[in-house]
């Protein structure tokens, strides 16, 4: 069949092991819809707005850590993946985004749902290819599965990203009559062999001895997936070094007993005198962006002596302007091998110890506020979140969308050794347009409870994350209904302009029930103190719907709550 070549990319993606779909519908993409439809070993989605669709996929190939397919048809249908596309190439998840088009010469000829969309994705995408509109030469087809074989490849080497392919189709777009889509046995298949950089003995010896010369290590965890070797091997070391780990929520370290979890908020308040002992000679840093915005400002302000990434490929980033080395190796590799049994002596391992000492103190000071702050009974969103989170189960998944949510929820932190509980949020671009549908796509392919926080914004931006025939019984969402972006209320700024409301915080009336009751999710409200008891009893049952627990707030009572939170710990410094 003429169309043989295309048909078997299905079946080459099947045999590398990318199994999973999501298909918007269109015409020009038949080819691709059909192959992937009827492949057995592919399991197919269809979702009809593509900007969902994207995220969606986006949230399957995060969970399950392997390229996902996209498929969709011609014109501006592409542009809509473009968010989750930036979200993916800047969080590193593999994706591999088929874009059906006109032959090339229909280009700019007043042809139907026709725009310009080779490397449509421009820099947000890890290479762009291009398929040929004819298969008849032999080297068509060979040239058609190779670029499969390294779009394929090149999405799953670290650091993993999307990659798209533009596929120009000829008319007819379906089989003929009597024709039937078959897969072909022989297939070129192209592997790679896994490796992993590794740092030479040399190198090691080199660190060790810098390391041992150190007061002051801190160790900063930027956005990470839970790793569990990781997490033993940064406490092994965080001990036998003395060196203080400060890891946002979304670092995923909570299974470490020690770890600084407050440090955005004691760095908020605390004065100079305080800042400047928590000022490290050596910063050590792994991951992406962190949240707090308060440890990229001390750390800019007093710059360390000396910063190491540790990132096994890819550029890295100069977060903190003080970046002296790139450690090409795994966090985990790298921990171990700078762990040692020595113990320093007498003043070296004082100075150490110490170092170690003012950090935890200031962990503890600000615990003591938080639990005085949390235990008197306020109705806020903060208190709210703090609840729920203490009460999650211990197995489950938490996304957390942009932008007070993430940040409420950093703020709580989560209870030590809870290394069940695995955290996500779209932070590559921060985006408020996908955070639904990007958990959307987790819990349709886990069997786990997910849970997922959200401003009201976020959740009605992206409702059509719930438009689709797929059922998602393990997902509970709570949505913070403040009517508006309350994150411009609480932030300086925006927060004194006579403009506020009307341009930034963007006032809305919308509640969640009408959602709920159109997409048959069960509903539970929260309107006051005394519910939220029995409200988050009800909302941790699963019974087989998706559940929405909305609680409705005034960004007044929200404030209030925030601003006493923040008096509350400036009372622990005596401010
Ligand atoms: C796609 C996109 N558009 C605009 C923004 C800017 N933005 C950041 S937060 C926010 C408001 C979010 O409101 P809501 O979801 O209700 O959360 P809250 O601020 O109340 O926590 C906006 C518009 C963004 N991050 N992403």
């Not at 235990?375 to 703090?386: C, D, G, H, M, R």
Request: overall charge neutral; aromatic content about 10%; hydrophobic content about 40%.
């Amino acid at each position: 069949m003429r169309l043989q070549p295309i048909f078997d990319i299905a079946e080459l993606c099947a045999r590398k092991g990318v199994t999973q779909a999501i298909l918007c519908p269109g015409s020009r993409c038949a080819p691709l819809t059909l192959a992937f439809a009827k492949h057995d070993d592919i399991q197919v989605r269809t979702i009809s707005d593509e900007r969902s669709a994207a995220f969606i996929a986006h949230g399957i190939a995060q969970q399950s850590q392997s390229p996902v397919i996209l498929v969709c048809t011609s014109g501006s249908a592409a542009y809509d993946f473009a968010p989750a596309v930036a979200e993916a190439f800047f969080q590193g998840t593999p994706l591999l985004i088929f874009t059906a088009d006109r032959p090339k010469e229909w280009i700019d000829q007043h042809d139907g749902q026709t725009i310009r969309q080779e490397n449509i994705f421009g820099v947000h995408v890890k290479k762009s290819f291009s398929l040929p509109e004819d298969y008849e030469h032999p080297d068509a087809q060979w040239f058609i599965h190779r670029t499969l074989n390294e779009a394929i490849n090149l999405a799953e080497e670290f650091p993993k990203g999307p990659v798209h392919i533009n596929a120009p189709f000829r008319e007819p777009l379906y089989p003929g009559k009597g024709e039937k889509i078959t897969f072909s046995k022989k297939i070129k298949i192209i592997a790679t062999a896994q490796s992993s950089p590794v740092l030479i003995k040399a190198e090691i010896e080199e660190l060790q001895r810098k390391l041992a010369g150190f007061s002051k290590t801190l160790v900063v965890a930027g956005q990470h997936d839970f790793n569990d070797g990781l997490a033993k091997a940064l406490d092994k070391f965080s001990s036998s070094n003395h060196a203080p780990v400060v890891g946002d929520i979304l670092s995923n370290l909570h299974a470490n007993l020690n770890v600084i979890r407050y440090a955005d908020t004691f760095l908020s308040v605390c004065g100079d005198d305080v800042q400047r002992s928590l000022q490290p000679e050596l910063l050590i840093t792994f991951g992406k962006s962190i949240i707090s915005k308060h440890t990229k400002l001390l750390l800019r302000k007093l710059k360390p002596l000396e910063h190491w990434h540790v990132q096994p490929a890819g550029v890295p980033a100069d977060t903190y302007q003080s970046l002296t080395k790139v450690i090409r190796c795994e966090p985990k590799d790298f921990f171990k091998s700078l762990t040692s049994d020595k113990k320093d002596k007498g003043f070296e391992h004082q100075k150490k110890e110490n170092f170690l000492r003012v950090w935890q103190a200031e962990e503890h000071r600000t615990g003591l506020s938080m639990s005085t702050y949390f235990n008197e009974p306020t109705f806020s969103e903060f208190a709210l979140v703090k609840e729920f989170i203490s009460g999650l189960p211990q197995r489950c998944n938490l996304h957390l969308a942009n932008s007070m949510s993430v940040r409420y929820a950093n703020m709580a932190g989560i209870g030590a050794g809870k290394k069940g509980i695995h955290v996500f949020a779209n932070r590559g671009t921060s985006g408020i347009d996908g955070c639904t549908s990007t958990a959307v796509g987790h819990s349709l392919c886990n069997e786990i409870p997910n849970f997922l926080i959200t401003g009201d914004m976020a959740f009605f931006y992206d409702r059509n994350a719930f438009w689709h025939n797929y059922p998602l019984p393990n997902l509970h969402i709570l949505v913070l209904n403040n009517h508006g972006g309350i994150i411009f209320n609480m932030i300086d700024g925006p927060g004194n302009a006579t403009e506020l409301d009307e341009f930034f915080v963007t006032r809305q009336k919308l509640t969640a029930l009408p959602l709920a009751t159109e997409f048959g999710f069960a509903y539970l409200h929260l309107d006051s103190l005394k519910k939220i008891k029995n409200n988050l009893k009800d909302f941790f049952i699963f019974d087989g719907k998706t559940k929405i627990l909305e609680i409705e707030s005034t960004q007044d009572e929200n404030k209030r709550a925030f601003e006493k939170f923040k008096q509350q710990i400036k009372s622990g410094y005596g401010t």
